[in-house]
Protein backbone atom coordinates (compact mmCIF):
# COMPACT_ATOMS: atom_id res chain seq x y z
CA UNK A 1 0.00 0.00 0.00
CA UNK A 2 1.31 2.90 -0.93
CA UNK A 3 -0.73 6.23 0.57
CA UNK A 4 -1.70 8.14 3.87
CA UNK A 5 -2.42 5.88 6.60
CA UNK A 6 -5.72 7.72 8.90
CA UNK A 7 -9.11 6.98 10.55
CA UNK A 8 -10.47 5.98 7.08
CA UNK A 9 -7.72 3.17 6.36
CA UNK A 10 -9.41 -0.24 8.12
CA UNK A 11 -6.07 -1.74 10.17
CA UNK A 12 -8.27 -4.07 11.31
CA UNK A 13 -8.75 -5.78 7.80
CA UNK A 14 -5.14 -5.18 7.30
CA UNK A 15 -4.46 -7.35 10.41
CA UNK A 16 -6.89 -10.27 9.38
CA UNK A 17 -4.61 -10.36 5.75
CA UNK A 18 -0.95 -10.13 7.78
CA UNK A 19 -2.21 -13.02 9.86
CA UNK A 20 -4.11 -15.47 6.77
CA UNK A 21 -1.04 -14.62 4.72
CA UNK A 22 1.97 -14.98 6.83
CA UNK A 23 4.37 -15.74 3.70
CA UNK A 24 3.29 -12.65 2.26
CA UNK A 25 4.94 -9.29 2.98
CA UNK A 26 2.68 -6.64 3.82
CA UNK A 27 4.53 -3.14 3.08
CA UNK A 28 3.04 -0.09 3.97
CA UNK A 29 4.36 3.50 2.39
CA UNK A 30 2.60 6.69 3.62
CA UNK A 31 1.99 9.35 6.47
CA UNK A 32 0.71 7.75 9.42
CA UNK A 33 -2.06 9.99 10.92
CA UNK A 34 -1.61 10.15 14.97
CA UNK A 35 -4.70 8.53 15.37
CA UNK A 36 -3.66 5.22 14.18
CA UNK A 37 -0.02 5.22 15.58
CA UNK A 38 -0.55 2.85 18.34
CA UNK A 39 -2.57 0.39 16.06
CA UNK A 40 0.12 0.21 13.53
CA UNK A 41 2.28 -0.64 16.34
CA UNK A 42 0.36 -3.60 16.75
CA UNK A 43 0.99 -4.63 13.31
CA UNK A 44 4.85 -3.89 13.77
CA UNK A 45 4.93 -7.30 15.71
CA UNK A 46 4.24 -9.60 12.49
CA UNK A 47 7.44 -10.58 10.64
CA UNK A 48 5.47 -10.23 7.71
CA UNK A 49 4.49 -6.50 8.22
CA UNK A 50 6.36 -3.35 7.12
CA UNK A 51 5.76 0.19 7.97
CA UNK A 52 8.35 2.40 6.00
CA UNK A 53 6.54 5.26 6.52
CA UNK A 54 6.63 8.19 4.15
CA UNK A 55 8.97 8.17 1.08
CA UNK A 56 8.88 10.88 -1.53
CA UNK A 57 6.63 10.15 -4.14
CA UNK A 58 9.89 10.38 -6.67
CA UNK A 59 11.46 7.54 -4.57
CA UNK A 60 8.18 5.26 -5.18
CA UNK A 61 9.00 3.48 -8.26
CA UNK A 62 11.91 1.09 -6.83
CA UNK A 63 9.57 -0.26 -4.05
CA UNK A 64 6.32 -0.35 -6.31
CA UNK A 65 8.21 -2.41 -9.25
CA UNK A 66 8.23 -5.15 -6.28
CA UNK A 67 4.82 -5.36 -5.24
CA UNK A 68 2.50 -8.27 -6.74
CA UNK A 69 -0.31 -6.69 -5.53
CA UNK A 70 -2.03 -3.30 -5.19
CA UNK A 71 -4.47 -2.74 -1.63
CA UNK A 72 -6.91 -0.40 -0.81
CA UNK A 73 -8.30 -1.39 2.12
CA UNK A 74 -10.60 1.82 3.09
CA UNK A 75 -13.40 2.31 5.27
CA UNK A 76 -16.71 2.64 3.94
CA UNK A 77 -17.83 6.12 5.34
CA UNK A 78 -18.70 9.80 4.37
CA UNK A 79 -15.25 10.66 3.91
CA UNK A 80 -14.28 7.79 1.80
CA UNK A 81 -17.81 7.90 -0.21
CA UNK A 82 -16.82 10.56 -1.90
CA UNK A 83 -12.88 9.14 -3.16
CA UNK A 84 -11.65 8.34 -6.20
CA UNK A 85 -8.68 6.65 -5.40
CA UNK A 86 -5.21 7.65 -7.69
CA UNK A 87 -3.57 4.88 -5.96
CA UNK A 88 -5.98 3.07 -8.44
CA UNK A 89 -4.99 4.62 -11.06
CA UNK A 90 -1.06 4.38 -10.06
CA UNK A 91 -1.22 0.71 -9.43
CA UNK A 92 -2.65 0.05 -12.28
CA UNK A 93 -0.22 1.67 -14.05
CA UNK A 94 2.53 -0.13 -13.08
CA UNK A 95 0.31 -3.62 -13.83
CA UNK A 96 0.01 -4.47 -10.36
CA UNK A 97 -3.32 -6.47 -9.99
CA UNK A 98 -5.32 -4.71 -7.04
CA UNK A 99 -7.70 -5.38 -4.29
CA UNK A 100 -10.36 -2.82 -2.73
CA UNK A 101 -12.74 -2.30 -0.57
CA UNK A 102 -16.22 -1.33 -1.80
CA UNK A 103 -16.16 2.31 0.14
CA UNK A 104 -17.35 4.30 -2.98
CA UNK A 105 -20.51 3.74 -5.32
CA UNK A 106 -18.16 4.64 -8.50
CA UNK A 107 -16.21 1.37 -7.57
CA UNK A 108 -18.11 -0.58 -9.66
CA UNK A 109 -17.17 0.66 -12.78
CA UNK A 110 -14.21 -0.65 -11.76
CA UNK A 111 -15.11 -4.51 -11.31
CA UNK A 112 -13.24 -5.73 -14.78
CA UNK A 113 -9.94 -4.46 -13.93
CA UNK A 114 -9.88 -4.17 -9.86
CA UNK A 115 -11.01 -7.23 -7.12
CA UNK A 116 -13.52 -5.21 -5.74
CA UNK A 117 -14.63 -6.43 -2.30
CA UNK A 118 -18.20 -6.30 -0.57
CA UNK A 119 -16.78 -8.39 2.54
CA UNK A 120 -13.87 -8.99 5.03
CA UNK A 121 -14.00 -12.32 3.67
CA UNK A 122 -14.19 -11.28 -0.24
CA UNK A 123 -11.09 -9.11 0.64
CA UNK A 124 -9.10 -12.10 1.92
CA UNK A 125 -10.05 -14.27 -1.27
CA UNK A 126 -9.52 -11.54 -3.80
CA UNK A 127 -6.10 -11.23 -2.27
CA UNK A 128 -5.90 -14.54 -3.21
CA UNK A 129 -6.14 -14.49 -6.84
CA UNK A 130 -5.13 -11.26 -7.23
CA UNK A 131 -1.54 -12.52 -6.28
CA UNK A 132 -1.54 -15.71 -8.75
CA UNK A 133 -2.49 -12.76 -10.82
CA UNK A 134 0.43 -11.05 -10.50
CA UNK A 135 2.22 -13.68 -12.82
CA UNK A 136 -0.35 -13.17 -15.56
CA UNK A 137 1.31 -11.37 -18.37
CA UNK A 138 -1.96 -10.45 -20.14
CA UNK A 139 -3.66 -9.01 -17.04
CA UNK A 140 -0.54 -7.08 -16.16
CA UNK A 141 -0.66 -5.25 -19.57
CA UNK A 142 -4.10 -4.91 -19.53
CA UNK A 143 -3.89 -3.03 -16.18
CA UNK A 144 -1.00 -1.05 -17.66
CA UNK A 145 -2.94 0.07 -20.68
CA UNK A 146 -5.95 1.02 -18.01
CA UNK A 147 -3.28 3.13 -16.26
CA UNK A 148 -2.09 4.85 -19.87
CA UNK A 149 -5.85 5.62 -20.54
CA UNK A 150 -6.11 7.12 -17.52
CA UNK A 151 -2.70 9.13 -16.84
CA UNK A 152 -2.53 13.03 -16.28
CA UNK A 153 -1.29 13.08 -19.45
CA UNK A 154 -4.20 11.41 -21.60
CA UNK A 155 -7.45 13.44 -18.80
CA UNK A 156 -5.65 16.48 -20.00
CA UNK A 157 -5.67 15.82 -23.90
CA UNK A 158 -9.12 14.41 -22.79
CA UNK A 159 -9.99 17.56 -21.91
CA UNK A 160 -8.72 19.81 -24.40
CA UNK A 161 -10.16 17.79 -26.88
CA UNK A 162 -13.81 18.21 -25.43
CA UNK A 163 -12.64 22.16 -24.91
CA UNK A 164 -11.87 22.74 -28.82
CA UNK A 165 -14.92 21.02 -29.07
CA UNK A 166 -16.85 23.55 -27.52
CA UNK A 167 -15.47 26.27 -29.01
Known amino acids: YVGS ?10 EEC ?10 IIGREHPIVA ?5 LKKYENFCFLGYKPYTDLPPYVQHFDAGIIPFKKNKLTAAVNPVKLYEYCAAGIPTISTDFAKGLEQFKDIIFLASSRE ?4 HLETALKKSHDDRFRAVLRDFGRKNSWDS ?3 QI ?8
Open 38 to 42: ERLDV
Open 5 to 14: IAAWFDLDLL
Open 122 to 125: QFVQ
Open 155 to 157: RGQ
Open 18 to 27: VKKFPSVNFV
Open 160 to 167: RSILYEVR
